[in-house]
């Protein structure tokens, strides 16, 4: 039986099939809210909300779901609500190191729920106000967690990162795997 991946994100998709894991998609429509505050008990609670939501209504079934945020000085970068936001979140980012946390949830088809996180270190280049606005002007930061995607054109604003790189697309999918098979 195929496990559901509680997400319609398109790298997490991606991510599965390079593993060659059999899934089919159902995402999670929940309100993600949490009372939590630090980044790793954020994303942990929000992958087990989004995993239980899809396990009501589909017993015995394993399920894996996964919530992604970028933190800096101890603050949850989101989406940019507009590109002013982004230039902000990007510049802030320039040349500095910050985090980033994937929570993921998995539900075996007996019930019992495995939840952990991965965090990973990115370091940015000191980017120049004209490449941040180059590279918001392609679209790309706009859905992203801390306004850029190391997997696409955001790849150009990186330095370095130290830890898992598909944590930072958005699954730590070496440690997913393990704790799958």
């Known amino acids: 039986m195929k496990i559901i991946l509680a997400s319609n994100s398109p790298r997490r998709k991606e991510l599965l099939t390079q593993a060659d894991i059999d899934f089919e998609v159902k995402s999670a429509d929940v309100e993600e809210i949490t009372d939590k505050t630090k980044p790793e008990e954020v994303v942990m609670d929000l992958s087990q909300l989004k995993a ?3 396990a009501k209504d589909n017993p015995g079934r394993r399920i894996i779901a996964a919530d992604t945020v970028v933190a800096f000085n101890g603050q949850i970068l989101g989406k940019p609500k507009d590109e ?3 230039f902000r979140m990007l510049k802030e980012l320039s040349g500095e190191t910050h985090h980033v946390y994937t929570g993921v949830t998995i539900i075996e088809e007996d019930g019992r729920v495995n939840t952990f996180y991965e ?5 940015m280049y ?4 004209e490449l941040i606005n180059r590279y918001i002007a ?3 930061p706009m859905d992203k967690a801390g306004a850029y ?11 370095e990162i130290c ?4 944590n930072v697309v958005g699954l730590p999918l070496a440690k997913v795997y393990r704790n799958l098979y």
């Open 52 to 54: 239980k939501a899809i």
């Open 138 to 140: 392609t679209g790309e």
């Open 119 to 123: 965090a990973t270190a990115v370091s």
């Open 126 to 129: 000191d980017n120049s106000d």
């Open 84 to 86: 002013a936001d982004a």
């Open 149 to 159: 995607g190391i997997q696409g054109k955001g790849a150009v604003l990186v330095k």
């Open 163 to 166: 830890g898992d790189y598909n």
